[in-house]
């Protein structure tokens, strides 16, 4: 049974008046995808240590803030979003004390720190699913239907693939929207609203400014657990409202959790934020998540999806300012993440379209995501051998956005072979024996390089006035070309293949791609992007 798609009105409470200086509303937030970001003590695997010695780099790039991919103690079915202590850093990222050296000298550096909250599910080795008599009350367990109970409850199916539901031993069904080391937590049980609330607390008294709320849409289920009636569901996320994704329960959870936020940061001086993965089915529906007394921010899917296409990008643009508008959240930006395919290859236009991509994306008024390495224009790895790949969605049929190990390949800093200084040993994954042009080392001060156009743009952002938040206003532009008005500049694009010649609009500040000044003409070729002063 698939929900008819009903939007509540998006701003029924009063706006909360603004608290504290809205930080978030236009940071640009880097993330760390901890096991592939930087390894300090040879295990080829990333740590918090290894994030720590970093923090220089990430404060020179330009960026106000980090968010922290899950480093809690976990088997790491699904790379630690399988928690099993929420309290615990796991031995592989180091300990608690190495947590608060992170946040301490990320703050000593200016640097604000998320970190990733995993409330749908936790790992089936946490001590209440653990528990035979808690774990009935705490997850979603159902007998199972036909004459001996031998068919699942009902047709849901996992995001990685295969039934959202595993038999036990004693013969009844626990769902897992993802995979069966994630049991799915009852959320109508009090007792989950209270452990959630202190873990948060816990993580607001280590120093945390806020947290990214992975699943934020799916705690909730509809009552009954009413079948979909329809197969490959995956194709529906995002699309529809389904029983187990974007039900309207889930909003009061997060208004709970914004009071809670809220309180604390009134009571510390601070402003602590949260942001939701949410995965809804329409801008307006993903502004629901985002009213003054909700989260603060959401991932902006649809823009991450969007072709390159002038159309099609000035059409989710608007569509996205034109949704937080009413809710007052300011609109946010994202074109890679540890979940999808690397934009530098996904958009289809090689390390060109990308840098125009990225251009692109920081005149935009909003927060910006900024994903590990694609400052380095690290492309997609495509060529991974079955035995090395970890990602669930891989050993499962029909993952949600394909195979995950290729964006998550440790980042090359420095050297000519791997690990490139990724750590003193090597790397969980294999790194390409081609990324030596490619490290940090190779593209520091090197003005034609990714990571210094990404440097530029994100100096640019912090001393444009208004750059970061506020509107933009589209301009005419030729087919195939998008121009817009930001605070002190002119942005355009071509989304062309060739070159295209314009009236020069302003002196340029920052290009993807090298443009020709020639008397009152600019020459920009295809798949490029420049800022120009006005
Ligand atoms: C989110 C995470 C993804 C994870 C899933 C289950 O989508 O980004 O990596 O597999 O949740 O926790």
Request: proline content about 9%; hydrophobic content about 40%; glycine content about 10%.
């Amino acid at each position: 049974m698939t929900q008819e798609l009903t939007t509540p009105s998006p701003a029924p409470r009063a706006p909360a008046p603004r608290r504290g200086s809205g930080w978030w509303r236009d940071a640009v937030i880097y993330q760390i995808y901890v096991r592939s970001f930087a390894d300090s003590d040879g295990d080829g695997i990333g740590d918090l240590r290894g994030a720590c010695g970093k923090l220089p780099y990430l404060k020179a790039l330009g960026v106000d803030a980090v968010w922290l991919t899950p480093f809690y103690a976990s088997p790491q079915a699904d790379g630690g979003y399988d928690v099993a202590d929420y309290r615990a850093v796991d031995p592989l990222f180091g300990s608690l004390d190495d947590a608060r050296d992170l946040i301490r000298a990320a703050h000593d550096a200016g640097l604000r720190v998320i970190v990733d909250i995993v409330p749908n599910h936790t790992s089936d080795r946490h001590p209440w699913f653990q528990d035979p008599e808690l774990s009935r009350q705490r997850y979603v367990f159902r007998p199972g239907k036909g004459e001996r109970g031998e068919l699942p409850p009902n047709d849901w199916e996992s995001v990685f693939g295969g039934p959202a539901w595993t038999r036990t031993e004693r013969g009844d069904w626990y769902l897992h929207l993802f995979a069966p080391e994630q049991p799915d937590l009852n959320w109508d049980n009090p007792d989950v609203h209270a452990e959630f609330a202190d873990i948060l607390r816990f993580w607001l008294d280590l120093g945390v400014d806020g947290f990214r709320v992975d699943v934020a849409h799916g705690m909730v289920k509809a009552p009954g657990l009413p079948d979909i009636g329809r197969g490959e569901q995956a194709k529906l996320i995002g699309s529809q409202v389904l029983p187990f994704f974007d039900q309207d329960g889930v909003h009061a959870i997060h208004r709970s959790w914004r009071q809670l936020l809220d309180g604390y940061g009134d009571a510390h001086g601070k402003e602590v934020v949260g942001v939701a993965e949410a995965w809804a089915p329409s801008a307006e529906r993903l502004a629901l998540y985002v009213r003054p007394d909700e989260l603060h921010q959401a991932f902006n899917f649809p823009y991450l999806n969007a072709t390159w296409d002038a159309a099609d990008l000035r059409a989710v643009i608007d569509a996205s300012l034109d949704a937080m508008r009413p809710v007052g959240a300011p609109a946010t930006w994202v074109l890679s993440n540890h979940d999808v395919v690397r934009h530098r290859t996904r958009l289809g236009g090689g390390l060109d379209r990308a840098r125009a991509a990225a251009l692109l994306m920081l005149a935009l008024p909003g927060s910006v995501y900024i994903y590990q390495g694609e400052e380095l224009g690290l492309p997609e790895v495509t060529d991974l051998p079955d035995h090395v790949r970890q990602d669930p969605s891989f050993f499962r049929a029909n993952g949600q956005d394909g195979f995950r190990d290729g964006c998550r390949v440790p980042l090359p800093w420095s050297g000519e072979l791997p690990p490139y200084g990724f750590g003193p040993g090597g790397s969980w994954l294999p790194q390409p024996a081609d990324w030596r042009r490619l490290t940090v080392e190779a593209q520091t001060g090197d003005p034609s390089s990714t990571l210094e156009l990404y440097r530029t743009a994100l100096d640019l952002r912090r001393r444009l006035p208004g750059l970061g938040d506020g509107e933009l206003s589209w301009q005419p532009a030729p087919k195939g070309l998008l121009a817009f008005r930001r605070p002190g500049l002119l942005c355009t694009v071509s989304l062309l293949p060739h070159l295209v010649e314009f009236p020069l609009p302003g002196r340029p500040l920052v290009s993807s791609a090298p443009v020709t000044v020639d008397g009152g003409s600019a020459v920009v070729p295809g798949d490029s992007c420049t800022w120009w002063a006005i």
